[in-house]
């Protein structure tokens, strides 16, 4: 069974820093690559970061590159996320996300939150 399980969200005033941590199991971790997607109220969700399974070759949307680092522990089974220049408009509900299976599986999203 596959399962995603985020954390590390919280409240963070403008110009801070948080780490996102996304444990994944039920499937072999280290052949799939992983995403970072986020949904801000009223809005769709959008992708802000991937990283590929071998080489671990990355991918930012342009709103956070240069902020956003996207990294994995393949021992630890687990994708992270490094916040830094944290803009109000980072304010969302941020999902860990692969392809199993032939579809998209979810976490349950942590909460990240920007402001003064």
């Known amino acids: 069974q596959v399962q995603l399980v985020e954390s590390g969200g919280g409240l963070v005033q403008p110009g801070g820093s948080l780490r996102l941590s996304c444990a994944a199991s039920?499937?072999?971790?280290?052949?799939?690559?992983m995403n970072w997607y986020r949904q801000a109220p009223g809005k769709e969700r959008e992708l802000v970061a991937g990283?590929?399974?071998?080489?671990?070759?990355?991918n930012y949307a342009d709103s956070v590159k240069g902020r956003f680092t996207i990294s994995r522990d393949n021992a630890k089974n687990t994708v992270y996320l490094q916040m830094n220049s944290l803009k109000p408009e980072d304010t969302a509900v941020y999902y860990c996300?692969?392809?199993?299976?032939?579809?998209?599986?979810w976490g349950q999203g942590t909460q990240v939150t920007v402001s003064s």
């Open positions: 996300n692969t392809r199993f299976g032939g579809r998209d599986r």
């Open positions: 039920g499937f072999i971790f280290r052949i799939y690559a």
């Open positions: 990283i590929t399974s071998v080489g671990g070759n990355t």
